[in-house]
């Protein structure tokens, strides 16, 4: 499932940037 890594790295993403 890709969906859930996809999550993942936007949730940290978002907390990194916008």
Same mark, same amino acid.
């Given at each position: /499932? %890709? $969906?859930?890594t996809?999550?993942?790295? $936007?949730? /940290?993403? @978002?907390?990194? @940037? %916008?």
């Open positions: /499932m %890709r $969906l859930v996809y999550n993942s790295f $936007l949730n /940290m993403y @978002g907390k990194h @940037g %916008r």
